[in-house]
């Protein structure tokens, strides 16, 4: 069965164009957990230690049941596309070896990052057309 991927590598998914806030916030806690709050639980005070395949299986193959290998059986939705880039104000490094972190958009570290010519850099998904 094919395996599909969602790792970047040298890579910087910046925050989306129509992102509301100007400082990243912390998604909300619920109960049960939302995909969004598992991704941020995770990548928080473990950076790089995760790829984003990792991540979002975790969000939102694993919290329902499904295998690894049935969940990346199909194409799956990248890190462009998670709510942290697009409404909450994190940016996602990912290094050489595809792990990531997060990185406020307000903060030094996400503007050298925004900054580094050696990066691939691609923006997270608009929430509204245009």
Not at 124 to 130: D, E, P, V, Y
């Amino acid at each position: 069965m094919k395996q599909h991927t969602t790792n970047y590598f040298n890579a910087f998914i910046e925050v989306a164009e129509d992102c509301p806030t100007t400082k990243a916030t912390e998604p909300p806690l619920k109960d049960p957990k939302t995909a969004v709050r598992i991704e941020y639980e995770m990548l928080i005070d473990r950076p790089y230690q995760y790829t984003s395949d990792d991540v979002l299986y975790e969000a939102n193959g694993n919290r329902r049941g499904i295998s690894r290998e049935d969940f990346f059986s199909k194409g799956q939705p990248c890190f462009r596309s998670s709510a942290l880039s697009k409404r909450y104000g994190w940016g996602v490094h990912s290094d050489k070896d595809g792990k990531i972190a997060i990185y406020a958009i307000e903060s030094d570290d996400y503007s050298r990052f925004a900054n580094d010519g050696t990066l691939k850099h691609v923006k997270a998904m608009r929430s509204s057309k245009k």
